[in-house]
């Protein structure tokens, strides 16, 4: 039998039951990797160890796993670029050999301790959600296909978990559900790539009081996103973006390229004001003073899991700053337009505009653009 030995986020032993894919019987063995240190890498969530003389790391030493168990740890920590290395660790006052964990590339490693105790309060659930969607794709996909779809499988945990810790709103008409009023017979994921569909059996709670007999739908599974208007309150004007969109293309529209707002994901670990100021910056070359929030809501909430965080973004659109734009990594190919605001309302009312987040922010901007007249 093989002896791991884990460090960093899987001695949080919930994530360690996940990608295992059972519950532990007791407590896990505690151990100590010889002559390294566990410390932080920049800009991640996660740790990285470092070679050092006499320094010690702490983890957990995991023996008599399965080797469908191994399997599981090999596939989780794959998309992250490790690979098992034989290494020494004490357990009490034995020195055993173990494998562990380690980068095949270089990461940089910053001289900061990792904690997993602040990482568990800022970051456990997230992790832990994601590990479900990683750990379901076992079996199904190759490691390859995993790392392509791992940061939309974090930006994904980051949007259900805004999405659970959401409340009802004082004077919210709407049905309020407890335990018992969602009952999910069974859940699929028939289709895992950039985007996922999930196919889902379930009865509900209705009106009458009863619940519904069992019925099957199918939910396109996206993240959350933010639209950016950008809007000169002392110019009077806006500044939209044109991209193409596949979309259109496949409803098998005479013209796929679509006028909209500033537009794109919520990466994880970002806030939706994060993801509307690096937006504005990438598609638009823009810089915003200010963000004006409107109300979030879902896109199409019959079939699609997308939930928008609309914004206002008061900036300067001086003459000569529309141009090209885009992402060129994420194959954006963006051209900007500088639009009046007597230009603009005719768009909305000629049906010059098929973007509905931009409709809804327009209008709201028509209706209020003069109070943002005194924001500096």
Not at 38 to 44: F, H, P, S
Not at 169 to 175: C, E, I, L, Q, V
């Amino acid at each position: 039998m093989t002896d791991i030995f884990v460090f960093g986020t899987l001695r949080h032993l919930p994530l360690l039951e996940i990608v295992l894919g059972r519950s532990w019987e007791g407590t896990p063995q505690e151990a100590v990797l010889l002559d390294h240190r566990c410390l932080c890498v920049a800009n991640e969530i996660y740790p990285a160890l470092r070679n050092e003389v006499g320094a010690t790391a702490k983890g957990l030493l995991l023996a008599n796993l399965t080797a469908t168990e191994i399997e599981r740890l090999n596939f989780y920590e794959g998309p992250f670029d490790y690979a098992l290395t034989s290494a020494s660790v004490r357990v009490g006052d034995e020195i055993k050999t173990a494998q562990v964990y380690k980068p095949q590339s270089p990461l940089q490693v910053i001289d900061v301790e990792w904690s997993l105790n602040d990482w568990a309060q800022a970051h456990s659930s997230v992790t832990e959600i994601a590990a479900k969607d990683v750990m379901a794709m076992f079996g199904r996909q190759s490691l390859e296909q995993l790392g392509r779809r791992m940061e939309a499988i974090r930006a994904r945990a980051s949007s259900a978990l805004r999405a659970g810790n959401s409340s009802s709103t004082a004077g919210d008409p709407r049905f309020l559900p407890g335990q018992g009023d969602v009952e999910i017979v069974q859940r699929t994921t028939p289709h895992a790539g950039f985007f996922t569909v999930e196919e889902v059996a379930l009865r509900h709670r209705t009106f009458d009081g009863g619940l519904s007999p069992a019925i099957h739908r199918e939910a396109f599974v996206a993240v959350d996103v933010v639209t950016v208007l950008p809007f000169d309150p002392v110019r009077n004007r806006v500044l939209l973006v044109e991209q193409f969109r596949v979309g259109p293309l496949v409803r098998g529209d005479t013209n796929p390229w679509s006028l909209e707002a500033v537009a794109g994901r919520i990466d994880a670990g970002e806030t939706p004001e994060e993801a509307a100021f690096r937006e504005a910056r990438e598609e638009a070359n823009l810089d915003i003073r200010k963000l004006v929030p409107l109300s979030p809501c879902y896109t199409t909430p019959g079939a699609v899991t997308e939930y928008l965080y609309p914004f206002i973004g008061i900036t300067d659109l001086p003459d000569g700053c529309a141009g090209l734009g885009g992402a060129q990594d994420e194959g954006e190919d963006i051209r900007a337009h500088l639009i009046e605001m007597d230009e603009f309302r005719a768009f909305i009312s000629n049906g010059v505009l098929e973007n509905s987040p931009l409709i809804l922010s327009g209008l709201w901007l028509l209706l209020n653009h003069q109070q943002l007249t005194s924001i500096p």
